[in-house]
Every structure is written in structure tokens, then in C-alpha cells.
């Protein structure tokens, strides 16, 4: 029969293992005594663009806002243009009319510092700064779920980690292409052969002389770029269907699909309005004669790639 611990021997419990100690507390480190003394937790916020927004920022927060604010001046460029090459000719139902509107506007954002400030800037730093937000979002995914370092993810660094590219994403990239190209010929190639900015007369020779080149490269201008800008500024707006958040279940879906008809709608509308003083006035603008023609189409072959086709 067991011997009960209290009646053993202290060299029996030594022996057997069964030595009795007195509690006591094992080292742990000291609480402070008062709510104050605790160590001050830094605030932490998280905005629409699910960034962090505590003191110390990122350098993807830094990025997020260049290619936010970016926008914002592009946009008021884009306005001034748009109005000028097809709102105004919608209104007169003339491209020689439309002229003198598009001479008194021209110096507020094609000369410097405007034209720097309104058009080049923003778009190197939009498109840079997008391209960078996701090479650092590549790589933080990168080291949380794999070696960032690693051989294999060095090898395959165009193929793993990458984020998803989104919608508006999908159409900017085309953009930044179309919009260099249209900069090329009606801005830069101009301006180094004659030494000038062009009128609304050169479009519309282009559209009498090159109809399916002018059509399909302005249709896809106009197209993507409205879309891309629209659901963009929705975004920015907090306007698009992925950022309801007051609704659940049936109700959000309601929601989603109403915000995606209204922002497609709004799109749809600007670029039938944009189209129709395009299209429907400075297209019809016919061909220019004489030395003035024979200008124009100096200029055209002087286009890279497709120039000597035309």
C-alpha cells in the first residue's frame, strides 16, 4: 500500500521524486501599476485603397497618392482638350468655326509651365508610379509567401506574386500606348517639322485622306480612354460596385449591379457626346488643298512605322 506523501520522509520523497515544494512565483516581467505608465499604441487606419495610414508611411503610400493626384491634373487637361475638339464643333457644326476657339484656349495648356505641368508630368508620373505600385506589392507578396531571395523566385519573377491586375488597370495600359501615339502625331511631330502646334484642319485632312487608320486609331483612343478615366474617377470616388459596404447579401448585389450600370452609363454618355463633335463635325471636315494639304501629308509620312504607307 502507497504511503501518503504528508507521513514520507524528506530523503524518502528526495528518492522517489515526490519532493513537496512551497509555491512561488516564476519571473515574468513587471505590469505597470497605472493605465498611463502602459506603452502608447500607435493609431492605425486603414483608406479605400486598403493602405495603411499610420505615421510612418510606406513607400507604396507615397506612390498611391502620386498616381491619384496625377490624375486630378491630367483631368483638367483633358476637359480643356475635349471641349475644344468636339464640344465646340458639336455646338458650331464647323471646323473653321471651331478654329479660333481652339487658338485662344491653346496657350493655357500647350505652353510652358502648363503643358509640363497639365500633360507630360502627370502622365510619366501616373503611369510610373502604377508601374512601381506593383513591383513593391510583387515583392512584399513575395516575401510573405515565399523567399523574395530566392533562386526560383528570382527566375520567376514575371510569372509568381504578382497582384491582380484590375479593370481600370487593363485599360490604362492600352492607353498610355494610344495616348503617346496621338501625342506623336498631332503634338511632337508637328512641332519639330513646323515648328508649331497643328489645327483642327490637320484631323480632318487625316480623317479624308486615311479614313480607316483615323477612325480605328481615334474609336480606340476615345473608347478606352473614356472608360479608363470614368471608372477611374469612380474609384477615387469611392463610386464603384467592389466599394459597397453599407449593404449584405441580396441588397449589395442590388447595389453592385446599379453602381456598374450608372458608372458604364456615365461613360457611355461622355464618349457619344465626345464621338459625335469627333465623328460628326471635325471627321467631315473634309480634305486641305493646296500647299496646306501637301503639309499635312509631309507631316504623316513622317510618322514612325506606318509613315511611309501613308
Known amino acids: 500500500m502507497a504511503t501518503p506523501l504528508d507521513e514520507m520522509s524528506d530523503l524518502e520523497k528526495l528518492e522517489s521524486g515526490l519532493l513537496e515544494l512551497d509555491p512561488s512565483p516564476i519571473d515574468s516581467p513587471e505590469l505597470p501599476s497605472t493605465p498611463k505608465d502602459f506603452p502608447t499604441r500607435r493609431s492605425t487606419t486603414t483608406n479605400s485603397l486598403g493602405l495603411n495610414t499610420s505615421t510612418t508611411h510606406s513607400a507604396i503610400w507615397y506612390l498611391a497618392r502620386l498616381h491619384k493626384y496625377s490624375s486630378y491634373a491630367f483631368s483638367v487637361f483633358a476637359t480643356f482638350h475635349i471641349a475644344n475638339t468636339s464640344l465646340i464643333p458639336l455646338l458650331t457644326q464647323s471646323v473653321p468655326a471651331s478654329e479660333p476657339y ?36 510583387r515583392n512584399q507578396n513575395a516575401a510573405r509567401y515565399g523567399d523574395a531571395h530566392s533562386q526560383e523566385n528570382k527566375a520567376v519573377f514575371f510569372t509568381h506574386f504578382w497582384p491582380k491586375v484590375s479593370g481600370i488597370a487593363k485599360l490604362g495600359y492600352p492607353l498610355a500606348v494610344l495616348v503617346t501615339g496621338h501625342m506623336a502625331i498631332n503634338r511632337w511631330i508637328p512641332r519639330k517639322h513646323l515648328g508649331g502646334s497643328v489645327e483642327l484642319a490637320y484631323v480632318s485632312h487625316a480623317f479624308a485622306r486615311h479614313p480607316i487608320v483615323a477612325y480605328a486609331g481615334f474609336a480606340a483612343l476615345m473608347g478606352v480612354g473614356v472608360f479608363h478615366v470614368t471608372w477611374g474617377w469612380a474609384k477615387w470616388l469611392g463610386w464603384t460596385p467592389g466599394q459597397v459596404v453599407t449593404q449584405t447579401g441580396y441588397e449589395r448585389e442590388v447595389a453592385r449591379k446599379r453602381r456598374w450600370y450608372a458608372v458604364n452609363g456615365v461613360a457611355a454618355g461622355v464618349l457619344a457626346v465626345w464621338m459625335a463633335g469627333a ?7 473634309g480634305e486641305a488643298l493646296g500647299w496646306v494639304g501637301r503639309q499635312y501629308d509631309e507631316i504623316y509620312r513622317k510618322i514612325p512605322v506606318v509613315g511611309r504607307w501613308l
Open 102 to 137: 481652339l487658338l485662344l484656349t491653346r496657350p493655357y495648356y500647350q505652353g510652358f509651365p502648363m503643358e509640363p505641368l497639365l500633360v507630360t508630368i502627370p502622365i510619366y508620373t501616373h503611369v510610373l508610379s502604377g508601374l512601381a505600385i506593383r513591383v513593391l506589392r
Open 279 to 285: 465623328f460628326g463635325v471635325v471627321a467631315r471636315g
